[in-house]
Nanobody
Framework: QVHLEESGGGVVQPGGSLRLSCAASGFTDFPFSSYALNWYRQAPGREREFVAAITRAGDNTVYADSVKGRFTLSRDNAKNMMFLRMRSLKLEGAAVYYC?????????WGQGTQITVSS
């Protein structure tokens, strides 16, 4: 069973930067490189929303308009890792950030990592 674990969250001031990591394991049937990966976030009282996605080979990324130009998504298929570099964080970026791995109709989620944006 695929297991995802996010890390790198914390408290940051507006305008600050953070890098989130997603460590993946449990790929018994298909390799990590066969999964598309995503980041989502959920703020208190709000629905979970899409942040960014990366293709299996890591050669293409898609970002939500709200983070485009400030967030950079990458993956390391040799290490089963995904990274989200965030800069110029805004107050509205405060949320629990989740990584997900999708292959076909099946998806797995991590438990999330909290980001607090506060001055």
């Amino acid at each position: 069973q695929v297991h995802l674990e996010e890390s790198g969250g914390g408290v940051v001031q507006p305008g600050g930067s953070l890098r989130l990591s997603c460590a993946a394991s449990g790929f018994t049937d298909f390799p990590f490189s066969s999964y598309a990966l995503n980041w989502y976030r959920q703020a208190p009282g709000r629905e979970r929303e899409f942040v960014a996605a990366i293709t299996r080979a890591g050669d293409n990324t898609v970002y939500a308009d709200s983070v485009k130009g400030r967030f950079t998504l990458s993956r390391d298929n040799a290490k089963n890792m995904m990274f989200l570099r965030m800069r110029s964080l805004k107050l509205e970026g405060a949320a629990v950030y989740y990584c997900s791995a999708i292959r076909g109709s099946k998806g797995s989620w991590g438990q999330g990592t909290q980001i607090t944006v506060s001055s």
